[in-house]
């Protein structure tokens, strides 16, 4: 992954380089997003495993995880901050991906 997240049903952390990205529970907006695309998808393709998932969401939600990158969480961290803060954001952006 080069940026932007990923979301993973029954995630096996063997299979994922922790140096790279981390593992998030999802929050509420994730939570929000991710049933409407299973919705879609189930809607477009009648795709059995997507439907399954949303008989009983609440149950499945917690199957899923967020991946995120850890260089785009510390950039996605710096701009919240900097907009707290008051703080030019492009400059927290540039400061953040310096590392």
Not at 12 to 40: F, K, S
Not at 48 to 63: C, G, H, I, S, Y
Not at 68 to 89: C, F, K, N, Q, W
């Amino acid at each position: 992954m080069s940026g932007g997240t990923a979301f993973l049903l029954d995630a096996d952390i063997d299979h994922i380089n922790q140096d790279m990205v981390g593992l998030e529970d999802l929050d509420a907006d994730d939570a929000m997003w991710l049933q409407d695309i299973l919705t879609a998808h189930a809607e477009q393709t009648g795709s059995d495993v997507a439907l399954e998932l949303l008989a009983d969401w609440p149950a499945a939600q917690r199957r899923f995880c967020k991946v995120m990158p850890r260089d785009y969480r510390r950039v996605l961290d710096a701009i919240a901050l900097a907009r707290t803060e008051g703080r030019d954001v492009d400059e927290a952006i540039m400061e953040a991906s310096r590392g």
